[in-house]
């Protein structure tokens, strides 16, 4: 069921013990106690995709510390284990790999970008979504991109064929002269749920300066309690979910597309990417934002 990979995903202590516990001691900023728990288990269990994903997380948790030969080490690490363990089987065979596998990629980005060199990461990024472009790591290393070359661009455009709601989404071209926040969401995201009333509240106190929201969202192939839908059974139900839980947003227009979610790299549920009145992307953030956050950003290009 696709619920339980929904669970993987959203519940850390899902994903076992080891995990949750390395995790666990990385928040406490007890590098030798992860380490630890990581030698016990693979002195018991080996090399498994759980345990490469529990070390993958010494790299997130040192790279988000700055501390930058550390996090490059554990990358390292991580990488080597998952294509020594790729050579007996495809990446997307269960979800532990491709997420060890993503962190690493995006760890040494990181700790490019970090250490001022950050057209090297781009491009060692560009290299590993060649590679990689083809599995679900796609939107992850797009991400990341994201993060270290969208800003101040011009967005991808949108895939608006199909959509949610009343009228067809128009194209982001259509809305120069209008700043526009992208909100990429998804029906089973509790944090997307969080950021509808403060998008809400924004949309009503910044609307008349030329705010507009706009919703993008995909079909996951499943509805409540994981079950299985194709696309005619989950567009009614997503419907619902907005009527429910996005009552204040039902004028934002809602593409629905994969495909947009790949080119935005919107791996993190809500994905926010700010537009200004000439087009460009002013912001582009994975992760919900607060309210004073968000209006922050607003006023600097309203």
Same mark, same amino acid.
């Given at each position: 069921?696709?619920?339980?990979?929904?669970?993987?995903?959203?519940?850390?202590?899902?994903?076992?013990?080891?995990?949750?516990?390395? #995790?666990?001691?990385?928040?406490?900023?007890?590098?030798?106690?992860?380490? *630890?728990?990581?030698?016990?288990?693979?002195?018991?269990?080996?090399?498994?995709?759980? $345990?490469?994903?529990?070390?993958?997380?010494? !790299?997130?948790?040192?790279?988000?510390?700055?501390?930058?030969?550390?996090?490059?080490?554990?990358?390292?690490?991580? #990488?080597?284990? =998952? &294509?020594? $363990?790729?050579?007996? #089987?495809?990446?997307?065979?269960?979800?532990?790999?491709?997420?060890?596998?993503?962190?690493?990629?995006?760890?040494?980005?990181? %700790?490019?970008?970090?250490?001022?060199?950050?057209?090297?990461?781009?491009?060692?990024?560009?290299?590993? $979504?060649?590679?990689?472009?083809?599995?679900?790591?796609?939107?992850?290393?797009?991400?990341?991109?994201? +993060?270290?070359?969208?800003?101040?661009?011009?967005?991808?455009?949108?895939?608006?064929?199909?959509?949610?709601?009343?009228?067809?989404?128009?194209?982001?071209?259509? &809305?120069?002269?209008?700043?526009? /926040?992208?909100?990429?969401?998804?029906?089973? =995201?509790?944090? =997307?749920?969080?950021?509808?009333?403060? /998008?809400?509240? &924004?949309?009503?106190?910044?609307?008349? *300066?030329?705010?507009?929201?706009?919703?993008?969202?995909?079909?996951?192939?499943? %509805?409540?309690? !994981?079950?299985?839908?194709?696309?005619?059974?989950?567009?009614?139900?997503?419907?619902?979910?907005?009527?429910?839980?996005?009552?204040?947003?039902?004028?934002?227009?809602?593409?629905?597309?994969?495909?947009?979610?790949?080119?935005?790299?919107?791996?993190? $549920?809500?994905? /926010?990417?700010?537009?200004?009145?000439?087009?460009?992307?002013?912001?582009?953030?994975? !992760?919900?934002?607060?309210?004073?956050? +968000?209006?922050?950003?607003?006023?600097?290009?309203?």
């Amino acid at each position: 069921m696709r619920l339980a990979l929904l669970v993987l995903l959203l519940h850390p202590a899902a994903l076992g013990a080891i995990v949750a516990d390395v #995790r666990a001691a990385i928040a406490k900023d007890d590098f030798p106690a992860a380490e *630890k728990l990581i030698a016990d288990y693979r002195a018991k269990q080996g090399v498994t995709a759980v $345990m490469i994903e529990a070390h993958s997380w010494l !790299g997130r948790g040192a790279l988000a510390r700055k501390r930058y030969g550390q996090a490059e080490k554990y990358a390292e690490d991580t #990488r080597r284990m =998952c &294509l020594d $363990m790729l050579r007996t #089987r495809k990446i997307d065979d269960e979800t532990h790999l491709p997420t060890a596998l993503g962190a690493s990629i995006e760890v040494q980005a990181g %700790v490019l970008a970090g250490r001022g060199r950050r057209s090297e990461g781009v491009s060692f990024l560009n290299k590993e $979504m060649a590679r990689w472009r083809d599995t679900s790591m796609r939107a992850r290393i797009q991400k990341n991109l994201n +993060l270290l070359s969208l800003v101040g661009t011009a967005p991808p455009p949108l895939e608006t064929k199909d959509w949610i709601g009343k009228q067809r989404p128009p194209a982001l071209s259509q &809305l120069k002269g209008k700043v526009v /926040l992208l909100f990429f969401w998804a029906h089973w =995201c509790p944090d =997307c749920k969080y950021q509808s009333p403060i /998008l809400a509240q &924004l949309r009503d106190k910044y609307e008349s *300066k030329g705010l507009v929201i706009y919703g993008p969202t995909r079909y996951y192939g499943y %509805v409540a309690r !994981g079950e299985d839908a194709p696309p005619e059974v989950e567009k009614p139900y997503i419907d619902r979910i907005r009527h429910e839980f996005y009552s204040g947003l039902l004028d934002m227009p809602v593409p629905v597309s994969e495909e947009n979610f790949k080119i935005y790299g919107a791996s993190t $549920m809500p994905t /926010l990417v700010l537009l200004d009145r000439q087009g460009l992307v002013r912001m582009y953030h994975p !992760g919900k934002m607060t309210y004073e956050e +968000l209006a922050n950003e607003l006023d600097k290009v309203l």
